[in-house]
T-cell receptor
Framework: SQQGEEDPQALSIQEGENATMNCSYK?????LQWYRQNSGRGLVHLIL?????REKHSGRLRVTLDTSKKSSSLLITASRAADTASYFC??????????FGAGTRLTVKP | SQTIHQWPATLVQPVGSPLSLECTVE??????LYWYRQAAGRGLQLLFY??????ISSEVPQNLSASRPQDRQFILSSKKLLLSDSGFYLCAWSGTRRVHNEQFFGPGTRLTVL
């Protein structure tokens, strides 16, 4: 069964706007990761946040983790048309293996 | 640097025919290897993972099987395909250090069963 659940399922914004995607999970984790998938391609790792971290940045990406709420968010600032893709969270559960959510499909309109 | 290869890229097979998808990794030793299936517009479903040669763990009962004949080779097979086997199959690898188990994905195989 899937561990992470992303919302929204789909998000459409204009270029230059910020995009925020959320992920909720059920069990205790070692870390949480965000991946990106362009249509019909493999997944590319974006960022990993450990369970003892609350926020992490990488370029235009900002990830937060709230272990008390079992949730994470991915913020993409100043979005570009090239950011159009599906974004997945994946949780490395303690005592288990990585599980991926169903993803958020982001469309950035030029 | 490490690379991961999958082939074929696309495959159209009739119902009841056999299947063999291959995944190989270069540039690393003793990787953890994974097979995922992704239905159209959906997330990834973990099918099999392997922590070593000949060691296969199955996540979901189905008519698929996996084998790891060599350290960096992972094969997904079926004796008789079903319509429901259609999907996008992704192979991935990760290092054996569990704390940082970022996964690296291959380009995928698009399987259509008719």
């Amino acid at each position: 069964s899937q561990q992470g659940e992303e919302d929204p399922q789909a998000l459409s914004i204009q270029e230059g706007e910020n995009a925020t995607m959320n992920c909720s999970y059920k069990t205790s984790i070692n870390n949480l990761q965000w991946y990106r998938q362009n249509s019909g391609r493999g997944l590319v790792h974006l960022i990993l946040i450990r369970s003892n971290e609350r926020e992490k940045h990488s370029g235009r990406l900002r990830v937060t983790l709230d272990t008390s709420k079992k949730s994470s968010s991915l913020l993409i600032t100043a979005s570009r048309a090239a950011d159009t893709a599906s974004y997945f969270c994946a949780t490395d559960a303690k005592g288990g293996d990585m599980r991926f959510g169903a993803g958020t499909r982001l469309t950035v309109k030029p | 640097s490490q690379t991961i290869h999958q082939w074929p890229a696309t495959l159209v097979q009739p119902v009841g025919s056999p299947l063999s998808l291959e995944c190989t990794v270069e540039g690393t030793s003793n990787p953890n290897l994974y097979w995922y299936r992704q239905a159209a517009g959906r997330g990834l479903q973990l099918l099999f993972y392997s922590v070593g040669i000949g060691q296969i763990s199955s996540e979901v009962p189905q008519n698929l099987s996996a084998s790891r004949p060599q350290d960096r080779q992972f094969i997904l097979s079926s004796k008789k395909l079903l319509l429901s086997d259609s999907g996008f199959y992704l192979c991935a690898w990760s290092g054996t250090r569990r704390v940082h188990n970022e996964q690296f994905f291959g380009p995928g195989t698009r399987l259509t069963v008719l």
